[in-house]
């Protein structure tokens, strides 16, 4: 379930905005602030199974959109590649600490900083 519930998050981030307000609603108050089926009626005042089939109908359209456009597949394979090389990096830099180049590491830490600024900008996908 917790998977699923990464999953829809991811999807939402990207295609959110492509649901109708009330399917937003929805699937906001039920994966992000996990909210009961019922309390989810109350607030946007439909029966409990009118939430699930919102929800059902949302989901639907978010696997849709991403069997389509792959936005979230692509995010994916593009951070572990930046997390990737973070990773080479390590390794260059462990070597050129021994042969005590600071010229070399001074850059290294460079490119490493900028690395870690686009994963975090990445990881704020509205």
Request: charged content about 35%; hydrophobic content about 35%; proline content about 0%.
């Amino acid at each position: 379930m917790f998977e699923k519930v990464v999953e829809i998050g991811y999807m939402f981030d990207f295609y959110g905005k492509l649901l109708s307000k009330k399917q937003r609603s929805a699937i906001e108050l039920y994966y992000i602030h996990d909210l009961s089926l019922s309390e989810i009626g109350e607030q946007l005042k439909i029966s409990r199974q009118g939430v699930y089939d919102t929800l059902k109908r949302a989901e639907k359209k978010l696997y849709n959109f991403e069997e389509k456009l792959r936005l979230v597949d692509k995010f994916k394979q593009k951070n572990a590649k930046v997390k990737s090389i973070l990773n080479h990096l390590e390794v260059i830099n462990k070597e050129i600490e021994k042969c005590n180049r600071l010229d070399l590491q001074k850059s290294v830490k460079e490119i490493e900083k900028i690395i870690s600024d686009i994963l975090e900008s990445s990881q704020e996908v509205k």
